[in-house]
């Protein structure tokens, strides 16, 4: 029944945390030119990660916004009783199903592959 609990509630928080985890990146023209290059991808992990090599400014934005990517899950699974790494990976399933055609994604592999 725990395991049961915690999966829904690892959802549930997940779904929180897509709402605030594009924000943190949404308006950023140098960031989103990354994305659509191919430079930057969504990780299963629920982590950004640079696809080969990056601009070190780029390398800066996506290690700010993974910090509080983690903040935000450390946040969340307190408040549900979960650990980080189940709303992590929760919230990075769901990022790499809202990625667009020809963005890229990691899978659990560590392959990143091209939607």
């Known amino acids: 029944m ?8 690892a ?9 605030s985890a594009p ?3 949404a308006g950023d023209p140098q960031l989103e030119a990354a994305i659509s290059a191919g430079e930057v991808g969504e990780r299963i ?3 950004l990660g640079v696809v080969g090599s990056a601009d ?4 800066r934005k996506v290690q700010e916004i993974n910090n509080k990517r983690r903040a935000l899950y450390e946040q969340l699974s307190e408040q549900t009783g979960t650990t980080v790494a189940q709303v992590a990976r929760v ?3 769901k990022q790499i199903a809202r990625a667009g055609a020809g963005q890229y994604y990691m899978d659990e592999t560590g392959a990143w592959k091209q939607k």
Do not use: C, K, Q, W
Not at 11 to 19: K, N, Q, T
């Open 11 to 19: 959802f549930a928080v997940a779904s929180l945390a897509i709402v």
């Open 91 to 93: 919230t990075g399933e």
């Open 56 to 59: 070190p400014a780029i390398v």
């Open 23 to 25: 924000a943190a990146h």
């Open 2 to 9: 725990n395991m049961i609990r915690n999966i829904f509630l």
């Open 45 to 47: 992990d629920g982590y």
